[in-house]
């Protein structure tokens, strides 16, 4: 580890060498004119030297250049662009604010100088998503999902029809980290997938690294999803919001002290079971199903160094009759506190809690049998960004996590108030480590380097019981720890590296290796991710997950950049991989280890992306060929087997063509191989049932999917005060009843045994009516 | 829990009133006939009970197809054998086997084209019942009829100590005959103490109950409760799977030996 951070600085102290002229910084921050929002990952470019930087996750950039004069260019996609001439003869701050290109509300402006920056960047296997391009893409019902959206990118899949859950590169979807304000987010999704958890009105900024992370990031094998909320106006007080046929939303955001503090509200509820009881039968009288989400966002600047940000989400699904209760929900709080020590070195410390849990409870007769689960974060971390010299952006910073795992416990209380507890599951509670450093450097005009190291530590804590099981299950070893001690520690060392290789203005070959720890595993018996999926640690018995993933990709920008196209190969190799032997299942197992098993996995594949940026039409496609399998001893004679996701072609299409400036129609197509998933390949009667035969793990094949969607914008009245626009989508055009699931039963009247398979979403039309203030 | 997936599927679909099933056509791959040896040893009344019969194709019909010319020979603790006679329609059935807790048993059948397959098992210890009690309540849990009274039955007995032990709790009543659910349980965390556990069914005042305690072995245990979650499999479950047999060669099914104790009670009028 320290031969690693010594080369490191050694690398940096080369690269300042023979710049012993007079320097100093200029920094500041970057901001949206119209609502004084901070904006992340702004070009900042000193044009004289064809060099610059972009600004940070909160908007701070800073450069150290030799005395002189320079003109600065400051860009943002959508906004205009500005030039600003600074003599540099002291350190200087210099913040700016870009105005709007426009102020349609569905124009798709891309005026930023800084084109290239997809081909210039050090980001490999990393996607951008624009919320106001996503706006446009037609989606179910109507609702806006960034999740969603991001399925129709390269080497992103959907979890199953018209869910929100994603598989990215192959990897299953635990593996996934999603963070809303730095808070990880346990079950991002809503009425068993359909819908995520994040209520786009609330949101500034997406990014997805499907490889590539940098160091600052960890703790998922497969990608890492950073959703950032919204500051809130900063100037003056306004707002947004939309209705629509199942769930309505409103925003609004003002400052608390212009220019110095704002806040943002934002809730969304659905009301399906409300539209939904006209047609529902007596057995559902008084049902309840629907789900709501509040964001919330205040900050303030407590002088030129200090800026404190507070945010917290809060959502719940509820489903229930008038005996039968369950819901379940997401709440994350972030504090945090901006600090600047001086114009080269900055400060973010986060304090973060989030949780994740589930109830459910039958009132039956007097009696009622509850169950109920939950997994609960508390996490501080500093990032520190030191702004070295232009050459030279240096990251470092630790993080702190304490899980607590509380698995599922039941009670039955009867008539008379008794109560009855089942044995409950333990209890895990670990802590989780992590220290980084990494540089982004500029080598020379051609190269650029991002690399660095992630040390992760993971220490389970007492008070625990610690099993070993033989055959059968049975319990070989039991082994008590204190409360309060620390019995086994994994200690991982995850080295990052990206390089950019500049072969013209528009061309670039980019690399990247990177590797990555995992210490909690969702235990699931679906693919589609349920409210009772169940998180478990890593333990003496439960290995990390490990994943070692190399990706390659070339990146061209045709006609002045009108078009971007990029394909880039990967290869992930996955260590440790959990999943249920045949049988197992999560709910209510005292010992769910010994139903566990291990192996191994690997995933590669080629993914093209070609986007065109400009002109009425626009829009991308998106192709993936890939391959993803697993290997376990005791799963298929240990032969490697298909992943359920094993996807072979993935495609999608979305073009989006503004007929007039009010008037924009969208058009969405995805077609994908189907999941591989096991099928009978004969029947058999044993113990008096007739039960079916199966075959080999993952060896057949769902029907390929694919789907049309339609959409229309059309904007009702423009002014200053009030926007409005109605939304038009259709889901699935032509009405492909693709298959959702499969089952196989007897048919009583032929006396044959039949598969049927079950489509949830034929043609769906709908239509929302958006608006802002 | 599965039901309540499935009820809110239901209302989601309901919703948008497009969900749909229907029938599909896949075109599933036929396996080669396979084995199926479903082979029962009571080791309190010595009774062998072997049905032979072969899988057969997805798409083909339901009929069992039984195999009535293999031959079926026992190797007992002691190294002697015992050939199990066939009896008609896929039937193999002897009486009269003594074995004890720990015995162990050795079953190979062999099919007319000389393939043969082999399983061994160990004889569980015996467990009596201790008592059954009959409760009484009024709305309570597990009752088909909601306002009416419902019977629920609670078997008491004595675990073994000092070694893993394996239940199943059926039972018998003229009207329904033997019950057929997979009520499986292990000692796990009460060894050598006592036991009990409900009987969740709806019984009729006056009916007569035998409430019958099977010991199993490990074996019989794992290939029941495996059994029992490939039945149920339905939206949501897990992969789907075929029990793992205790017969090596690739034969499916089972052996499996037990003991068994009954009580018999009477539901009050």
């Not at chain 1, 990709?553 to 440790?576: I, M, P, R």
Request: hydrophobic content about 35%.
């Amino acid at each position: 580890m320290l031969k690693y951070i010594y080369s490191l600085f050694l690398l940096l102290m080369l690269s300042n060498m023979g710049l012993a002229q007079e320097k100093f910084t200029l920094s500041g921050y970057m901001r949206d004119a119209s609502t004084g929002e901070e904006l992340l990952y702004a070009n900042v470019l000193v044009k004289e030297v064809g060099q610059g930087t972009t600004t940070n996750l909160y908007g701070f950039y800073s450069l150290t250049l030799p005395k002189g004069t320079y003109t600065i260019q400051y860009s943002y996609i959508g906004l205009t662009t500005q030039e600003l001439t600074i003599v540099l003869d002291e350190d200087k701050t210099q913040s700016v604010e870009l105005g709007a290109g426009a102020t349609d509300l569905v124009e798709v402006v891309v005026t930023a100088e800084n084109e290239t920056d997809n081909v210039t960047n050090t980001e490999v296997s990393t996607v951008t998503l624009d919320t106001k391009e996503a706006k446009l893409v037609p989606v179910l019902m109507g609702e806006q999902d960034i999740l969603k959206t991001m399925q129709l990118l390269p080497g992103v899949s959907s979890n199953s029809e018209g869910g929100s859950g994603f598989f990215v590169r192959g990897g299953n979807a635990d593996q996934n980290l999603i963070l809303l304000d730095e808070a990880p987010v346990y079950n991002a999704s809503h009425l068993l997938g359909f819908f995520s958890v994040f209520n786009s009105d609330a949101l500034k900024d997406v990014k997805l690294y499907k490889g590539g992370m940098p160091a600052e990031y960890g703790g998922r094998v497969s990608s890492i999803m950073d959703i950032r909320m919204k500051n809130g106006n900063m100037k003056e007080w306004g707002g947004s919001g939309g209705i629509g046929l199942i769930a309505s939303r409103l925003t609004v955001e003002g400052p608390l002290k212009k220019d110095q503090g704002s806040i943002i509200v934002s809730g969304r509820r659905t009301y399906a079971d409300i539209i939904a009881r006209p047609f529902l039968n007596d057995e559902f009288e008084g049902a309840k199903l629907y789900f709501y989400d509040l964001n919330l966002k205040a900050n303030y600047k407590l002088g030129e160094k200090d800026r404190i940000y507070l945010s917290g989400y809060l959502g719940r699904d509820v489903f229930g009759t008038d005996d039968f209760g369950f819901d379940w929900g997401n709440q994350t709080a972030t504090l945090r506190w901006n600090h600047l020590f001086n114009d080269q070195l900055f400060l973010n410390t986060t304090l973060i809690y989030s949780d994740y849990d589930y109830g459910f409870k039958v009132e039956d007769g007097g009696g009622t049998f509850e169950l109920g689960a939950g997994i609960y974060d508390y996490n501080i971390k500093q990032d520190y960004n030191w702004y070295a010299n232009p050459n030279n952006t240096i990251s470092f910073g630790w993080q702190g996590i304490y899980h607590r795992i509380k698995p599922s416990e039941f009670t039955i209380t009867d008539e008379e108030g008794e109560e009855f507890t089942g044995d409950p599951t333990q209890e895990q509670k670990a802590l989780e480590g992590s220290i980084y450093i990494a540089n982004q450097q500029k080598v020379n005009s051609k190269l650029s380097l991002n690399y660095g190291l992630r040390l992760n530590t993971f220490s389970n804590i007492g008070e625990y019981t610690e099993k070993t099981y033989g055959d059968n299950d049975v319990i070989e070893t039991e082994t008590t720890y204190d409360k309060g001690e620390f019995y086994n520690t994994y200690i991982g060392l995850a080295p990052r590296a990206n390089a950019t290789y500049l072969l013209s203005d528009v061309s670039s070959l980019k690399a990247s290796f990177n590797r990555n720890y995992q210490f909690l595993h969702l235990l699931s018996n679906s693919n589609a991710g349920t409210p009772t999926d169940y998180w478990i640690a890593s333990s003496p018995f439960v290995k990390p997950q490990i994943a070692n993933q190399l990706a390659l990709g070339y990146f061209h920008n045709f006609k002045n950049n009108t078009y971007e196209f990029s394909v880039e190969a990967y290869y992930k190799q996955l260590e440790n991989q959990v999943d249920f032997e045949d049988g197992g299942s999560a709910i209510n197992n005292r010992e769910v280890e010994s139903d566990l098993v291990f192996g191994d996995g690997r995933a590669y594949g080629l993914e093209f992306y070609l986007k065109k940026n400009k002109g009425r039409f626009t829009g991308w496609l998106s192709y993936t060929i890939s391959k993803s399998e697993r290997q376990f001893d005791d799963i298929n004679n240990g032969n490697w087997f298909s992943a359920r996701q094993d996807r072979i072609h993935d495609l999608a299409l979305v073009g989006m063509y503004k007929i007039t400036p009010r008037l924009t129609a969208s058009a969405s197509f995805v077609y994908y191989t189907g999941d591989a998933v096991t099928f009978p390949v004969g029947k058999y009667y044993v113990d008096g049932q007739l039960i079916n035969l199966y075959g080999e793990r993952n060896a057949e094949r769902m029907p390929d999917y694919h789907r049309l969607d339609l959409g229309m914008t059309y904007v009702l009245k423009e002014n200053s005060k009030f926007n409005s626009d109605l939304t038009f989508s259709v889901y699935n055009v032509y009405n492909r009843k693709n298959a959702y699931s499969i089952s196989f039963e007897t048919d009583d009247a032929t006396n044959q045994t039949k598969a049927s398979k079950l489509s949830l979403f034929g043609i769906i039309p709908s239509v929302t009516w958006n608006f802002n203030f | 829990m599965k039901l309540s997936y499935i009820n809110y599927i239901l209302i989601l679909g309901v919703l948008f009133l497009t969900a749909c099933r229907e029938d599909i056509e896949l075109d599933l791959k036929n396996d080669e006939p396979k084995l199926v040896i479903d082979a029962n040893v009571n080791a309190t009344n010595g009774r062998v009970e072997v049905l032979l019969s072969k899988s057969n194709g997805f798409y083909e019909s339901v009929d069992i197809h039984l195999v009535n010319d293999a031959s079926i020979t026992l190797e007992l603790p002691d190294g002697s054998t015992l050939d199990v006679p066939f009896v008609g329609q896929g039937k193999y059935e002897m009486s009269g086997l003594t074995l004890s807790s720990g015995d162990e048993l050795l079953m190979t059948v062999t099919e007319n084209e000389g393939k043969s397959y082999t399983a061994k098992t160990t004889t569980p210890a015996l467990a009596t019942l201790d008592s059954v009690y009959v409760s009484l309540s009024t709305g309570g849990f597990g009752g088909d009829d909601e306002d009416g009274d419902n019977y629920q039955l609670f078997a008491y007995w004595y675990d073994t100590a000092d070694q893993p032990n394996y239940y199943r709790l059926r039972f018998f009543t003229a009207d329904e005959g033997i019950s057929d659910s997979y009520n499986l349980f292990n000692d796990e965390g009460f060894d050598g103490d006592e036991m009990f556990r409900p009987i969740f069914s709806s019984f009729n005042p006056g009916e007569e109950v035998e409430v019958m305690l099977l010991s199993l072995d490990p074996q019989s245990f794992d290939y029941f409760n495996e059994l029992s979650s490939v039945e149920s499999q339905g939206f949501n479950s897990s992969t789907p799977f075929n029990p793992k047999s205790n017969f090596d060669n690739g034969a499916l099914g089972y052996l499996s030996i037990l003991q068994q104790n009954s009580k018999t009670v009477i539901i009050p009028e």
